[in-house]
């Protein structure tokens, strides 16, 4: 009887052993992979300018991203870029992914803080989170 209650302890420990390492070993690679997605797609910043078109946009899983107001995306030019934005300034109900799509036209001024969405929909004018990262 006690080889039997030590094996269950044994086997306890090494089953709670297991769970705490796969539990640190997923949330490094979640970091990895966070650390590895912000050197791919740096940030839109207010210096950058764009007068291009979406070629793709990155599916972001929602353990790095904190809304729908921020996207990673490539352009035509094959430049990657991470878009965060506070809101859409002609549409207060608008969010970015609501917005943009694969074609359509990105343009932003070099200075200025103000990203434009040109699609099939119309202009629409995001204010662009000056806070990323």
Known sequence: MKKGLILN?????????FIV???RNSDNETKKLYESLC???PSLDINDYLNCRIASIYEISSEFRNDSDFMRITTS???KYSI??????NSSELELEDALNVGDSLVKTKGSDTLTVINNNGKYFFKLNTNVQ
Do not use: G
């Not at 302890?9 to 052993?17: N, Q, T």
């Not at 965060?84 to 300034?89: G, L, M, Q, R």
């Open 9 to 17: 302890i044994v086997l306890a420990i090494a089953f709670f052993s």
């Open 77 to 79: 030019e094959e430049k």
């Open 21 to 23: 390492w796969k539990y």
């Open 39 to 41: 050197k791919e797609y």
């Open 84 to 89: 965060d934005v506070k809101n859409c300034i």
